[in-house]
């Protein structure tokens, strides 16, 4: 299994900046996708930004251009630099990997963070 543990989650004003960060441990060695997501209550947690593990990223068209995913394999950590914040980003951002199974390399193992508020507020 794999735990994963967030932080740089805090209050920020509208056009300002923060990074989250996110550590991965244990079982890392098939680590295949990391990423983030995030959810704000009454709606379905959405795709942020995701990267695989030959750096191929992916991003919500609501963050392109602002957000930027970042990793690092050999130490198995992911961040999230999110730049000119909206109101509208405010959400809890939750770490994600998948990672593929040993007895099948189609199937992967899905993990979350335990998630860290973002607000953006003046």
């Known amino acids: 299994q794999v735990q994963l543990v967030e932080s740089g989650g805090g209050l920020v004003q509208p056009g300002g900046s923060l990074r989250l960060s996110c550590a991965a441990s244990g079982s890392t060695s098939r680590i295949n996708v990391m990423g983030w997501f995030r959810q704000v209550p009454g709606k379905q947690r959405e795709l942020v930004a995701t990267?695989?593990?030959?750096?191929?990223?992916n991003y919500a068209d609501s963050v392109e251009g602002r957000f930027t995913v970042s990793r690092d394999n050999a130490k198995n950590t992911v961040d999230l630099l999110m730049d000119s914040l909206k109101p509208e980003d405010t959400a809890v951002y939750y770490c994600y990997v998948a990672v593929r199974s040993l007895g099948n390399p189609n199937t992967e193992n899905h993990y979350w963070g335990q998630g860290t508020q973002v607000t953006v507020s003046s």
């Open positions: 990267a695989t593990t030959n750096r191929m990223t």
